[in-house]
């Protein structure tokens, strides 16, 4: 009898952690859902109602610096900008732990955060550091001939004329 109930206890605990873990995934199904057809509050509310259970079940993993870079730019959308800074700077923090500081999913995170500091926060030191640092790592895996190299020079370029 006691194995029984130990059995029965097992998978119930199994399948709570299965569940959860398909609720993240749903909900973050929910936020593309809402994402796609122009609702940015609604995408917002799902993306934030899954991280809390994401990092249960996947925390420091790819998947939640995607989701957290999705929900920084919706954060852009609503002109939540302090909000994204931090959900980006948590994406990279999660890159550089898992890729180095020489990745390409290093140099995206540096990306975001550079585009976000030079048109919505007005930091430009920071964001031409940001914006170097993608730009060279982009130029040393993709070359010089790629649309992501050229947006970090791009942008990289308005920082310096922001600065005079």
């Known amino acids: ?3 029984l109930r130990r059995g029965i206890m097992i998978l119930f605990l199994l399948t709570g ?3 959860n873990g398909q609720l993240w995934k749903e909900y973050v199904d ?3 859902f809402f994402q796609f057809q122009g609702n940015q509050e609604g995408a917002a509310d799902y993306y934030l109602k899954a991280l809390p259970i994401l990092l249960v079940d996947s925390a420091i993993t790819i998947t939640h610096a995607a989701i957290a870079d ?3 730019k919706l954060f852009i959308d609503q002109q939540k900008y302090k909000s994204a800074d931090t959900i980006y700077r948590k994406s990279k923090e999660i890159r550089e732990k898992l890729f180095g500081t020489n990745s390409l999913y290093y140099a995206l995170s540096c990306f975001n955060l550079g585009y976000l500091y030079i048109h919505f ?3 430009i ?3 031409e550091f940001l914006l170097q640092e993608s ?3 982009r ?3 993709l070359g010089t001939d790629n649309l992501d190299y050229a947006l970090s020079c791009h942008y990289l370029g308005s920082a310096f004329m922001d600065q005079g």
């Open 70 to 72: 999705s929900l920084g």
């Open 17 to 19: 952690i299965t569940a």
């Open 121 to 123: 926060l007005d930091k």
């Open 125 to 127: 030191k920071e964001a």
């Open 139 to 141: 130029q040393e895996f």
């Open 1 to 3: 009898m006691r194995k």
């Open 135 to 137: 730009k060279k790592i």
């Open 30 to 32: 929910s936020a593309r």
